[in-house]
């Protein structure tokens, strides 16, 4: 999976808390909204993988916002996991009649939360394989890992989510705007240089004791993971 892009549609600030601070733990974007209309305002501008949408909300439905997705009434068109202390039968069928790709109850295991996640991103994605491989970089998504031939890559959590997000595209160029719509959250500012410094970490991480350069700059679109000569390749 690449850089992933979350929301959190959930009014109980602690439970916002607790959930923000797992999920981004494992590498995603999080974003936060406590009302069907602040969701609505973020669904129409981010391009979201996953939300993670409370049925009972302050200013409506859960269920309304799910249908509003699947009908197309946002841009935005994502997976859809509900969470809710309604565990009756009726509405988890009602949740998923609505749109939803999965039914949580509340209270639930943060464990089982994230399993449930990566279950749902796994979906539909031709790039869901745990394991990217570019020349003699590797990465392994399910455990959080790297490597360039065999050297362990010390990298942060930014280092990894770009690293993966250009595993899945080698040799095109990604804009620094693209990286901070699928790797930051809403809180990144768009005119600070952090792109541009996280992308020269991770390149000096990639490149060490004379190895050849993986990562390039293209200057004034962004940035790519070279394509190798068959000579550079892996034996």
């Known amino acids: 999976m690449t850089g992933v892009r979350i929301l959190i549609v959930e009014d109980e600030t602690g439970l916002v808390s607790a959930l923000r601070i797992a999920l981004e733990r494992e590498g995603y974007a999080v974003d936060c909204a406590h009302t069907v209309a602040s969701a609505g305002e973020k669904l129409a501008v981010t391009a979201y993988d996953l939300v993670l949408l409370d049925v009972n909300l302050p200013d409506g439905s859960g269920f309304d916002l799910a249908t509003d997705i699947r009908r197309g009434r946002l ?84 280092e990894f989510s770009i690293l993966r ?47 050849d350069p993986l990562l390039e700059t293209v200057t004034g679109r962004g940035y790519r993971l070279r394509i190798l000569a068959a000579t550079e390749q892996p034996v």
Do not use: C
């Open 75 to 158: 841009a935005s068109a994502p997976k859809i996991l509900m969470l809710t202390a309604r565990g009756g039968l009726n509405d988890r069928v009602r949740g998923l009649d609505r749109g939803a790709d999965d039914y949580l109850v509340k209270p639930f295991a943060i464990a089982e939360l994230s399993a449930r996640v990566r279950a749902l991103l796994r979906r539909d994605h031709s790039e869901g394989t745990a394991v990217l491989t570019h020349g003699p970089v590797r990465l392994d998504a399910a455990r959080h890992l790297a490597w360039r031939g065999g050297r362990e890559l010390p990298l942060t959590l930014k």
């Open 165 to 211: 997000y250009l595993l899945a595209r080698p040799g095109y160029v990604v804009s620094a705007e693209e990286l901070l719509e699928h790797v930051w959250d809403e809180n990144a500012d768009p005119l600070s240089q952090t792109v541009r410094v996280t992308v020269g970490t991770l390149r000096r991480k990639l490149t060490v004791d004379g190895e």
